[in-house]
């Protein structure tokens, strides 16, 4: 049975985790018996947004771990306990969470920087020749550890052009596609999808993400 990591951001897709993106990515893996370690890393988000209103709640305070163990129905670890020998691949939902609390990319834009323990197993991943998946903003996060690997690499960003131009930058290559398609990077393992940067329902999501997770599952 293959052992795939997923890493959450949270839980809402306005500072967290994109739920759909994550428990499609989950139901995808259950569909293909894959074992499955959900993990997150365990410090503060990066701000805490009311879902109902859009509005930022100055005076609250939320621990990553603890808001994405509501997807994993608790079933979590923290991210700097696993190690990319326990895998044999790793896949990453998107949502704003990834690009706030994984990596700063909202912040910072190209010049952001990816969370330690996430970039040292992805690092790992990668130079394991193991496969990576990466759905909606998540292929940022890749295209910067590419960058600091000094390699280079093809994802999508959709058809959004910022996205795409920033991840040029970098020097990566990048394929618009929506989101019923996967970009395969062959070389680097790598497997990316826009989930959400271009779905206008949860079937197109779903349909991207299933795709990506089977097409992980086989480059193991």
């Given at each position: 049975m293959n052992k795939v990591g997923v890493v959450l951001s949270g839980c809402g897709h306005q500072d967290g985790s994109e739920i759909h993106e994550a428990v499609f990515t989950l139901l995808a893996l259950s569909k293909a018996d894959a074992e499955v370690i959900i993990m997150a890393p365990d410090m503060d988000q990066f701000h805490v947004i009311n879902h109902l209103n859009g509005q930022e709640e100055i005076s609250e305070s939320r621990n990553i771990l603890v808001e994405s163990a509501r997807i994993a129905r608790g079933k979590i670890v923290d991210v700097a306990s696993v190690s990319g020998h326990?895998?044999?691949?790793?896949?990453?939902?998107?949502?704003?969470?990834?690009?706030?609390?994984?990596?700063?990319?909202?912040?910072?834009?190209?010049?952001?920087?990816?969370?330690?323990?996430?970039?040292?197993?992805?690092?790992?991943?990668?130079?394991?020749?193991?496969?990576?998946?990466?759905?909606?903003?998540?292929?940022?996060?890749?295209?910067?550890?590419?960058?600091?690997?000094?390699?280079?690499?093809?994802?999508?960003?959709?058809?959004n052009v910022e996205i795409n131009n920033d991840i040029k930058e970098m020097g990566i290559n990048t394929k618009e596609i929506g989101a019923k398609e996967i970009v395969v990077d062959q070389e680097n393992k790598i497997v990316t999808t826009p989930a959400y940067v271009e779905a206008k329902s949860m079937n197109e999501a779903f349909i991207g993400i299933e795709k990506l997770v089977i097409k992980v599952l086989e480059m193991v």
């Open positions: 326990q895998l044999d691949a790793l896949i990453f939902p998107g949502g704003t969470g990834m690009a706030k609390n994984i990596i700063d990319y909202s912040m910072a834009g190209i010049n952001c920087t990816v969370i330690s323990d996430v970039q040292r197993l992805v690092v790992e991943i990668l130079e394991a020749d193991k496969p990576l998946g990466a759905i909606c903003i998540a292929p940022v996060m890749v295209a910067k550890i590419l960058e600091y690997l000094g390699r280079s690499g093809t994802v999508t960003g959709g058809f």
